[in-house]
């Protein structure tokens, strides 16, 4: 048997001895690894099947780590990252936490920046370039951005500096024709037009801005794509090469559904069909049973918004039935929230879904347009969880962002009976805009009695210890009070509701007969609920102590790790809370 020829790739250098017919072996070789490793574990599929050969073609032509190339939100340089000395990753199972799902420069030289989220290759790559030409270094400068993140505003930002610089830079465009889901807009209508006339259309949204522009047909065969490199390699000036991609190559289940293997759990290889399905009940079905509720039974006018994660909250089942009312602004989270703060303007009641990572792109326009004009925009987040898969992609900055913009409501939900009654407040207040958070511990529920949003809900009445358990975490202290009372401490309880403002009659309260208030947050300590409640006690003699996660960008840990460190766990919470009574 022939020796693999990726066993004999340990750097890119490797490649370059290597013939067309090499080459080609090869990228069936990666193909293969790719999808035996994310069946396994999980990972982005089809963004990686689509960019093999344009992997493998720059790193035989141009010279990386001289050469550089930035990845755009970089979930598809798999690839890259197997050619560039870590393909035992891919290889071998005990080794396959050892590199991120995106580019790392801790792991490599021939990575420059920890990216996952969207937009911002061409700006990064504009100010290596510039940095090159001032330190007077060599080397070309490569942005790989997707048709879907040209959505984003930084996206055309960077266009537009790009197109004022006066040497080498290239922005090779990969168009596979999807976003996440599909892509949203007008410039997509350009990009079409392109596609289709093999880059002769007229309009040309690259040529307008001031850009060379060269046009590859099919970046997924080997041949033209070295020969497309070899033509712009050292090129004297700032180049756009749109390159026609399919997402999901040589993979049959992620080429007939694009979205749903943009980002798959693991999975059967055979049949694409998930190991593990989750059947269990969905906050999901209590977000669209309450749209459906106010849109039909109370006439609400409301409009569901979302940048390019319909998936997250299965907002098509919304689109298909109210197309009129759905809206996908694609990856351009700014926009979806300036885009509802003029819905709200003028009278209709905006729901924007968002996750908690991605809507941190948007905070200008948090504040700004909804904060300060006090516009009754509802945002629903979901991701708020301590979980570390990468540092991008972190789930505990949420309640420190959105609970300390001025006017803005930060609501944690409990229970899906209390999800929908805030929802139904949220869509019939007038105050300003509402963020709503969205459990991420599963589905509970409760009969709802005495919904304020003013007041904290009081879930048993005991003295000594009142914990106060935000959102998801409320049921954590409810097992600790449990545990507490086999202890003979009757601890009460408490679901905060409301991360914005506090609840200081029932604070003051609880000074009459308890001596120490524990707060739990899923969320970063600092900035978060419980330094308000630390805050408030401040020069009483309650003691306090906040429980959440550390102010920084976990990577890999597991969740178990970091909720042990946290001391999240009902024994730790038991212990530490028996050494602070007296």
Sequence with gaps: METPILDTINSPADLKTLALPELTQLATEIRTVLLNKVSQTGGHVGPNLGVVELTIAFHTIFNSPIDKVVWDVSHQSYTHKILTGRKQAWLDPDHYDDVSGYTAPEESPHDYFNIGHTSTSIALATGMAVARDLQHQSGNVMAVIGDGSLSGGLALEGLNTAATLTSNLIILVNDNGMSIAEDHGGLYTNLKQLRESNGQAKNNLFKAMGLDYRYVADGNDLATMLTAFKDIKDIDHPVVLHVHTEKGRGYAPAIANKEAFHWHVPFELATGESLHPDTSESYNDTIHATLETELTELHTPITAITAAIPGAYDLKRFGRNHPERYFDVGIAEQESISFAAGQAQQGLRPIVFHSGTFLQRAYDQLSHDLGINKLPVTIMVTGGNISAGDPTHQGTFDIAMLSNIPGLTYLAATTKEELAAMMHWALHQNAGPVAIRVPGNGVHSAPLTDFDVTRMAQIHAGQQVALLGVGSLLPLAETVQKQLAKQQVNASVYAPRNLSALDKDTL???????????????????????????????????????????????????????????????????????????
Aim: charged content about 25%; cysteine-free.
């Design 508 to 582: 003051t309260q609880l000074l009459a007969d308890h001596q120490l208030v524990v707060t739990l947050e899923e969320a970063s300590l600092s900035g978060g609920f419980g330094e308000k409640i630390a805050s408030f006690y401040g020069n009483t003699d309650m003691h306090v102590l906040n429980f959440g996660a550390a102010k920084r960008f976990n990577d890999r840990e597991t969740s178990a790790e970091l909720w042990q460190e946290a001391k999240l766990t009902p024994e730790q919470l038991v212990a530490e809370i028996s050494k602070n009574l007296h």
